[in-house]
């Protein structure tokens, strides 16, 4: 093999990272949404390398099961992002604060 | 006694898979900056499918086909696309540009640093990797053998998730519903 295992695991890091500052930098709801996908395949490309170079397939059905909720998770995201954007006409992170008052 | 031709990315070509891996590494790095720097929501989903297609190629580099194949069909094929149609469906232009560096995306800055910097130093002082060989065990096979009988309870709860998840976005999005 003449990948390491530790390319794989700086890779999913970096890109981890990457959705971090994206959730913290960006204003748009939907941006921040894919920000999180991002952050979620990084975490599954962390698990799929652990699981092949340690033989071991549970990682690979935990990475099934993490799509399957990252799925649900876009869905619902994006719903509760049309229903505020009918009552606000923005999708500005700073200018939706239901919660605040 | 079956035989099964199987696809083995690594073996097939096995001169390529470092070259490979780090075309595939700096590919999907550049496009997941490119998706946090450009303001456009449209070219941001754009440069996540790009990542999302490099981190597919390197699930097949790592032999998990199954794994490659479920990453397209779903996120690519599915969440991007449900993205895609909800920014076309809002209409929405770019944000007005903010103005000058404040503390918040200072300390934001900062903090991503420092999380990158402690992942990197977990991996840096950790132990050896645990193995030298490429396992075999990608197929949709050796997977379908774990999640139909070990993980099945798993399996029947996601599948009761999704179906609520459905209906749930289907009430959320409902014009009396706000």
Redesign the interface.
Known sequence: MTVPLDGYLMLGAALFTIGVLGVLFRRNVIVILMSVELMLNAVNLTLVALSQFMGDVQGQVLVFLVISVAAAEAAIGLAIVIAIFRNKLTVDITKINLFKY | MVCRRQFDF?TLV?ML??SL?ILL?VV??VA??G??ISRN?VT??LW?IL??FC?AG??L????Q??AV??IL??AG??MV??LF??M??N?AA?PR?GAVDWK?AV??V???A??AQ??SV??TSAE???????Q??TAV??A???FIR?AL?FEV?GV??L???V???M??Q?K??
């Open positions: 690594v096995p898979a470092q891996f590494a999907s790095l997941s900056l998706m946090l929501p941001s989903a996540l990542t999302l981190v390197l699930y580099t790592l032999n998990a199954f794994v479920i990453q779903v996120y599915a969440i449900l993205f909800v920014i469906l809002l929405l944000l903010l995306k934001g800055f903090l991503g640093t999380i990158l992942l990197i991996i840096v990797s645990p193995a030298v060989e490429l396992s065990t990608g050796e997977i053998k774990e999640l993980y798993a996601i998730l999704l609520v998840a459905t749930g976005a289907v959320l999005a014009r519903f706000v």
